[in-house]
């Protein structure tokens, strides 16, 4: 079945590492997308790609860095310079342009929290 | 600039009764409109959306949703709540005029008493 794969599910970080969430899909999809999600605050937007070796930061940029070497996968760091990285995290797609009127899918998230 | 309010953090309704949840939004031009529910620790699944036409929506699991433009609102209905139908839901709005971002709302959660 098509569909967005992140791992691990549950990650620790330890004070001045940065750490690595994987995000693949499978659904031939041309934009993926970040997004943090805090109790109560919703979704907010870290960054957002539509084509291979091309991103753009979204609302909360600061401490995270993102690369898409490869259609299907969108990996997000975050890194010793992100303060408060405790959250659940979320990788998305779309079929087509960023932000269209299409659905975004979604992965199952990692929870990510500091040791 | 756009944005979207869920103005409700909780929605209790009993199984068998109707149930509303509730978005209002704020765009330029014209809204896109989008319903997600989340279940403990998953991703948000889409449940339906507007773009234009019909101002009521039909989606997933037999939900809802009506668009009115003149009170800017898109609430979330359903006419016979199921004790499955407990989660988190989301609201989402991107205006359809410029190269704007998706903006997703607080989010409500909505627990069915049996």
């Known amino acids: 079945d098509g569909g967005i794969t992140q791992s691990p599910k549950y990650l620790f970080r330890k004070e001045g590492q940065n750490v690595t969430l994987s995000c693949e899909q499978n659904?031939?999809?041309?934009?993926m997308y970040w997004y943090r999600q805090d109790p109560g605050q919703g979704l907010r937007l870290i960054y957002y790609s539509q084509i291979v070796n091309d991103f753009q930061k979204g609302d909360i940029a600061e401490g995270y860095s993102v690369s898409r070497e490869k259609k299907e996968s969108f990996p997000l760091t975050v890194t010793s310079a992100q303060k408060n990285p405790t959250a659940f995290y979320l990788c998305?797609?779309?079929?087509?342009?960023?932000?269209?009127?299409?659905?975004?899918?979604f992965g199952d998230g990692t929870r990510l929290s500091i040791l | 600039a756009q944005s979207v309010a869920q103005p409700e953090d909780q929605v209790n309704v009993a199984e068998g009764n109707p149930l509303t949840v509730k978005c209002t939004y704020s765009?330029?031009?014209?809204?896109?409109l989008f319903w997600y529910v989340q279940y403990p620790n998953r991703g948000l699944q889409f449940l339906l959306k507007y773009i234009t036409g019909d101002n009521l929506v039909k989606g997933s699991y037999g939900f809802e949703a009506e668009f009115n433009k003149s009170q800017t609102s898109f609430h979330l209905k359903k006419p016979s709540a199921l004790v499955s139908d407990s989660a988190l839901y989301f609201c989402?709005?991107?205006?359809?005029?410029?190269?704007?971002?998706?903006?997703f709302g607080s989010g409500t959660r909505l627990s069915i008493r049996p």
């Open positions: 659904l031939n999809h041309d934009a």
């Open positions: 998305a797609s779309t079929p087509d342009r960023q932000f269209s009127n299409q659905p975004q899918h």
């Open positions: 989402a709005v991107r205006d359809s005029s410029s190269a704007s971002k998706i903006i």
């Open positions: 765009v330029s031009g014209n809204p896109y």
